[in-house]
């Protein structure tokens, strides 16, 4: 059974920094892409950032220029590194997976790990 495992999260203020990661249980080639998605209190779950196996990288454009997705494929982790972080970016993390096998996708969630920036 796939394991993903968020940390990292916390309270900081605005314009400092936080580094999340995704511990995964399987090697991260075995997935087709991994993200990280957002849900901000009130709202539906946003992706904020995709990094793809063939190494495509995406970012949510309230999140470009401050956030960059990473991975260390020895570690089988996923990093987000999130500078200059601002109030609006409060919400729950969530590290995401998925995998086609014969036209189905499989999606894996990690649990979440709550991120709080104060004005």
């Known amino acids: 059974q ?3 495992v968020e940390s990292g999260g916390g309270l900081v203020k605005a314009g400092q ?6 511990s995964s249980s399987e090697r991260l080639f ?6 990280w998605y957002r849900q901000r ?6 992706r904020a950032a995709i990094f793809t196996t063939r ?5 949510h454009d309230s999140v470009r220029g401050r956030f960059v997705v990473s991975r260390d494929v020895a570690k089988q982790t996923l990093t987000l590194q999130m500078d200059n972080l601002k109030p609006e970016d409060t919400a729950v993390y969530y590290c995401h997976a998925n995998r086609w096998v014969q036209g189905v996708m499989d ?5 979440g ?3 709080t ?3």
């Open 113 to 115: 790990t709550q991120v």
């Open 2 to 4: 796939v394991q993903l």
């Open 117 to 119: 920036v104060s004005s």
């Open 55 to 59: 190494g495509t990288i995406q970012y």
């Open 107 to 111: 999606d894996f969630w990690g649990q």
């Open 41 to 46: 209190p009130g709202e539906d779950r946003e």
């Open 30 to 35: 075995f997935f087709d892409a991994m993200s």
């Open 17 to 22: 920094s936080l580094t999340l990661s995704c």
